[in-house]
């Protein structure tokens, strides 16, 4: 029998701390095997991702670190890209975007948010009737347009519905198109001069869709791209405002060309992370006034501060509308107010 009373701690074995046994090298592997793919969806983690033949679901590597990945991403994917029920890749690098929409929750939010990557357009829907259109919304959203590289074009809902003659003289002058869509006009969407020309539009691009909810976005996409399937809502006749009906963005391919990337419908548009001194440079008019007539350093404030561009806007209601629009945005800023 042994003699238990001859051990002490120094006889017990110690595993090595094999935590320090091996030097961790901060040499990552190339992946040179990744396949291409685009993102198309996210959800909690979970993101969907068009390869050449096939449509998987991936997670993000650990090595892309804390690097986020939004809807249009181009990554590289390695693992099983077959996408087979129950299958699982795993997204090893994504590309650099030639473009990035971004918002903040507020102008005061020092958070900003990209919306989607690598999109060259921005469709900025507003309803002519049913809501009521937002000038200020819109004129937010052509800043966000202009300062991630994008084209904008504004889409007029429900043409069948109110006149569209107001909107296209304030905003055609900059050099934005505006398209009056009517998708349930007799005849259909196909018969429908500006559907048609918007569908034109969206081929060879991707194309960014922006609006209040309710202002017709998910019937749109469900013309565009038939098997879309996007909920359908109704607007609130006490508020004028719409229910939610898209809750997370999900690009599609459109069938005569082109991707689309439907968003969920926003209330506020912040644009805390866009240089104040941009707002006015997405107004080309108003930009070459302000660098022809105004003293230099002028914030724009109002005539009685030095501002010339009243003077410029004269008796032109879509000039006055636009330099309105321009101290707004301003003013927000400096309120920490949003639209």
Not at 95 to 105: D, F, M, S, V, Y
Not at 318 to 331: G, K, N, P, T, Y
Request: proline residues 6%.
């Amino acid at each position: 029998m042994s003699d238990w009373s001859r051990y002490d701690e120094s006889d017990a074995r110690v595993r090595p701390n094999r935590r320090g046994s091996r030097p961790r090298t901060k040499v990552r592997p190339a992946h040179e095997e990744a396949e291409p793919g685009i993102v198309t969806g996210v959800d909690r983690g979970r993101y969907t991702v068009r390869m050449d033949d096939a449509v998987i679901t991936a997670v993000k590597a650990r090595e892309l670190g804390r690097r986020g990945l939004v809807i249009g991403d181009h990554v590289g994917v390695v693992g099983d890209t077959s996408g087979r029920p129950d299958t699982l890749a795993r997204i090893v690098r994504r590309e650099p975007r030639a473009t990035a929409l971004r918002r903040t929750a507020d102008d005061t939010d020092a958070t900003e948010r990209v919306i989607v990557a690598n999109a060259e357009q921005l469709a900025i829907v507003t309803a002519l009737a049913d809501p009521e259109p937002n000038p200020r919304m819109i004129d937010r959203c052509l800043v966000a347009a202009f300062d991630a590289g994008m084209e904008a074009v504004l889409v007029l809902t429900k043409a069948d519905l109110a006149d569209a003659s107001e909107l296209r003289a304030a905003y055609e002058p900059l050099g934005v198109r505006v398209l009056e869509t009517s998708v349930r006009r007799e005849g259909g969407p196909d018969q429908d001069p500006g559907f048609v020309a918007l569908r034109d539009s969206l081929e060879g691009a991707t194309t960014v869709l922006v609006g209040y909810s309710g202002v017709g976005k998910s019937t749109l996409v469900n013309a565009l791209v038939p098997d879309a399937g996007r909920a359908v809502g109704v607007v609130n006749d006490v508020t004028g405002r719409g229910r939610h009906t898209s809750t997370s963005a999900v690009l599609y391919e459109v069938p005569t060309g082109g991707r689309i990337v439907d968003t969920p419908g926003v209330r506020s548009f912040g644009l805390a992370h866009v240089d104040p001194e941009h707002f006015i440079l997405a107004f080309p008019d108003v930009a070459a006034a302000a660098d022809e007539r105004c003293p230099r350093g002028c914030t724009h404030e109002s005539a009685e501060a030095g501002c010339e561009l009243d003077a410029w806007a004269g008796d032109v209601p879509e000039r006055h509308a636009r330099v309105d629009s321009i101290r707004r945005l301003l003013a927000s800023r400096a309120a920490g107010d949003q639209y």
